[in-house]
């Protein structure tokens, strides 16, 4: 079992940033690779970036690329999205997630077998 507990979503104005944390509990922290999704509401939940087990292989989804950053600190166990230059249609929740199985070459086909409650993120004109 692995344990997720995010923090950092709220409001901000577009071209704003946030950072999210997501801090995990439960199994080794780098024996699996760990991502962030977001859904708005009425659409699916997808991927917004991911993570290697090391931290060296990072994947982001074509929307966020130059804006978002994916990080993780295995000596806290957390990992951490920061979002700079929010635009309106990057309004979800975001959730972490933790995927024991993906290959670093393969985050964007991220399965998660874990995740957390999802924070709320909303960016305002």
């Known amino acids: 079992q692995v344990q997720l507990v995010e923090s950092g979503g709220g409001l901000v104005q577009a071209g704003g940033s946030l950072r999210l944390s997501c801090a995990a509990s439960?199994?080794?922290?780098?024996?699996?690779?760990m991502g962030w999704f977001h859904q708005a509401p009425g659409k699916e939940r997808t991927i917004v970036a991911g993570v290697s087990r090391r931290g060296f292989t990072t994947y982001y989804t074509d929307s966020v690329k130059g804006r978002f950053t994916i990080s993780r600190d295995n000596a806290k166990n957390t990992v951490y999205l920061q979002m700079n230059n929010l635009t309106l249609e990057d309004t979800a929740v975001y959730y972490c997630?933790?995927?024991?199985?993906?290959?670093?070459?393969?985050?964007?086909?991220?399965?998660?077998?874990?995740w957390g409650q999802g924070t709320q993120v909303t960016v305002s004109s």
């Open positions: 439960g199994r080794t922290f780098t024996s699996y690779a």
């Open positions: 997630a933790v995927d024991q199985a993906v290959m670093a070459n393969a985050l964007g086909r991220m399965r998660p077998d874990y």
